[in-house]
């Protein structure tokens, strides 16, 4: 071992998993950013295993009972001997949802396929599934890696209980989650991988195996700036080989969630986005460059800056109202994303009062004033709305919305006890 190794075994904080005066990881996937991520397909994720050298059952899509059929003869003829068709969808538990099935021959690939495309799953319909060489499963085991905010390392975890939720192995035993946190400048290193393969025990030719596929997960999640990388199952299958039945680790299952703050350095990554099943909001917030997320209360915001967005949101609750979104429209918006912003709010039934808050600095109060008088002439229904506009060119806008009859405020105060009072008082 060298020295470095042996001083890393030394540390405290790395052997036990524990960073000194900070709570481990509870639930892992509460830890990811969530919001910002970007989940991708199972088949980009295992692509993106694979081109890590992970071993990953032969796969391609299908969007037609048609091509499953197709598809699933051209796997059976190259030797599998079942075929597995699964639902593309961007949530867990697809299997439970009847979401993946096994077939034997190509017209039985067909009419799986023909029942799982269109299917519903958790509320999203099924449009595409994958078609894979089956494998005869022996043993199902979980790894993953997130990006732990709390520890601010990428935390790999490991668990016997494979094919069942990480999330539910937390809540219900905990202790059969092994962790390692990966040095930031220097990696993964073998002797933690193998710590996550004896803690749930594996040994031998497969210790070797997972201790490879550990540092491909990481590799994976560096290469791609991945928020969390997960295979459940990690399957020890048995497959026999010039009449010697052998056993292998495989990937059957891939999650990946990207940082999209990171993809501006892979645009490649971007093309994996599945246009499909964003939210449309979330489209039209992307398209316009604003930052949208939609909230259940009444109160639509807009706002320039994100601090002021919070602040304005807190003034709201403060004064017994609900938001009903945080909306940062960003610095130097022009009117027509003030136009696209308010249509956005607008489109939200649940807003029956809207506030517009904006500190002009490079945002320009005239622009803001514009984009909002345009939006009112061609909004699908009247919403009662608020306006302060301080900084840049504040009289100019101020002129334009008195011009239109807008009411306005001063202070943020003002402006946010004037919108609980339209929205109707008090929330609940
Ligand atoms: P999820 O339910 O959305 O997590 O989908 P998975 O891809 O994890 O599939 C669910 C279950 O289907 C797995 O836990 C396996 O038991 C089973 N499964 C998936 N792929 C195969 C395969 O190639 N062969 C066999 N026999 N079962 C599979
Ligand atoms: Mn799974």
């Given amino acids: 071992m060298g020295r470095l190794a042996e001083w890393h075994e030394a540390q405290p904080l790395i052997r036990s998993g524990q960073i000194p005066g900070a709570a481990f990881p509870p639930p892992p996937s509460a830890q990811t950013s969530g919001v910002a991520g970007v989940k991708i397909q199972e088949a980009d994720a295992k692509a993106l295993l694979s081109a890590q050298g992970l071993a990953i059952p032969p796969f391609e899509i299908a969007r037609t009972p ?52 269109g299917m519903d799953i958790k509320g999203i319909t099924v449009r595409k599934v994958m078609v894979a060489a089956a494998l005869d499963i022996e043993r199902e085991y979980y790894l993953g890696a997130i990006l732990d905010r709390g520890s601010r390392r ?39 991988a193998r710590r996550l393969a004896l803690g749930v025990g594996l040994h031998d030719g497969l210790l070797n195996q997972f201790t490879a596929i550990a540092q491909g997960l990481f590799t994976t999640m560096m290469a791609n700036d991945a928020d969390l990388v997960e295979i459940n199952p990690l399957a020890v299958v048995k497959e026999t080989v010039d009449g010697q039945v052998q056993e292998r680790l495989v990937c059957l299952d891939a999650k990946i969630t990207l940082d999209d703050s990171g993809l501006a350095r892979h645009p490649q990554l971007e093309a994996l986005r599945d246009l499909d099943e964003e939210l449309p909001t979330d489209a039209r917030a992307r398209k316009l460059g604003i930052n949208y997320i939609h909230l259940d209360g009444n109160i639509g915001c807009m706002v320039n800056g994100a601090g002021l967005a919070m602040t304005t949101m807190d003034l709201v609750q ?55 008088i345009e939006a009112h002439g061609q909004q699908a229904r009247e919403v009662p709305m608020v306006v302060r506009i301080v900084g840049t060119n504040a009289e100019e806008a101020a002129r334009l919305l008195k011009e239109s009859r807008f009411e306005t405020a001063v202070s943020l105060d003002e402006a946010a006890e004037k919108a609980v009072a339209l929205a109707g008082g008090k929330a609940r």
């Fill in 66 to 117: 048609g091509e499953v059929e197709t598809v699933a003869k051209r796997l059976l003829e190259s030797g599998a001997s079942q075929v597995v068709v699964k639902a593309q969808v961007l949530v867990g538990g697809r299997g439970k949802a009847g979401g993946v099935k096994l077939a034997s021959t190509p017209e039985e690939a067909r009419e799986v396929g023909s029942r799982i495309l």
């Fill in 154 to 192: 990428v935390v790999l975890m490991s668990s016997a209980e494979g094919g069942v939720e990480i999330e539910e192995v937390a809540r219900v035993k905990p202790e059969a989650i092994h962790r390692v946190a990966a040095d930031p400048l220097l990696g993964l290193h073998p002797f933690q």
């Fill in 318 to 372: 403060h004064y017994g109202g609900k938001p009903a979104n945080f909306l940062d429209i960003g610095g130097g918006a022009r009117h027509e994303v003030v136009r696209g912003a308010m249509e956005l709010i607008v489109a939200d039934p649940n807003v029956h009062a809207i506030l517009v808050n904006i500190f002009g600095g490079i945002t320009r109060g005239d622009e803001v004033a514009s984009g909002l």
